[in-house]
Structures are given as C-alpha cells and as structure tokens.
C-alpha cells in the first residue's frame, strides 16, 4: 500500500516561513508528478502546487504563487514545500500526493494524515 507521510508544519506568525516534507513509499516515486494540496477547517480540499517527476516542470496555485517553492528529491522519495511569507489564510492541513500529471489538480491515492500550518495575525 502506497505511504505518503507529510512534516514540517506548526505554528507560524503572519509573514513568517516554513518547510513541509513529503515521505512517500510503496511506489516509483520517481515515475509520477507530485502534488501539494490543503484543506482549511469547513472547506474543500484545494490545489496548492505541482511539480512534474524529473522536476523540471512546476505549477502553482494562483494564492500561493511567488511565496510557495516546490520541490523533490527523487533519490531520496521525498517532495518539498517551502513556504514563505506566510498569510492568515494559508491555515490548513497541508497534504500531498502523486498526479496523473502536473495540471492534474487531483491525487492518485489515498491521503495521508496531513500536517497542520497554522499562520496566526
């Protein structure tokens, strides 16, 4: 059964900045676009950022672009993101997971248990 562990979330002032990871196991990782999404407390889950499998395409929610930095180390089975300037708005629990492709918008398997980033004013 494919693994997907997200870390690095916590509580952060508004403007302030942190770093998610993604452990993902039980598949070809390298094989697949990745993918980070977030849910906020009574919402829907959301896209938050792409990237394809060797890396060299990204794409990125409108919210989020020119604040949030995806990544990935395919040697290592592992996909980053760090987020900057972080707002009030970008609270939620944070998820990732492989895409069919980097426009996909949608995961491919079961969701992990997520890691909460809370921005506080």
């Known amino acids: 059964q494919v693994q997907l562990v997200e870390s690095g979330g916590g509580l952060v002032q508004a403007g302030g900045s942190l770093r998610l990871s993604c452990a993902a196991s039980r598949y070809t990782f390298s094989s697949y676009a990745m993918g980070w999404f977030r849910q906020a407390r009574g919402k829907a889950r959301e896209f938050v950022a792409a990237i394809s499998a060797n890396g060299g395409s990204t794409l990125y929610a409108d919210s989020v672009k020119g604040r949030f930095t995806i990544s990935r180390v395919n040697a290592l089975n592992t996909m980053y993101l760090q987020m900057n300037s972080l707002k009030p708005e970008d609270t939620a629990e944070y998820y990732c997971?492989?895409?069919?492709?980097?426009?996909?918008?949608?995961?491919?398997?079961?969701w992990g248990q997520g890691t909460q980033v809370t921005v506080s004013s």
């Open positions: 997971n492989a895409q069919a492709a980097v426009w996909s918008g949608s995961g491919l398997y079961d």
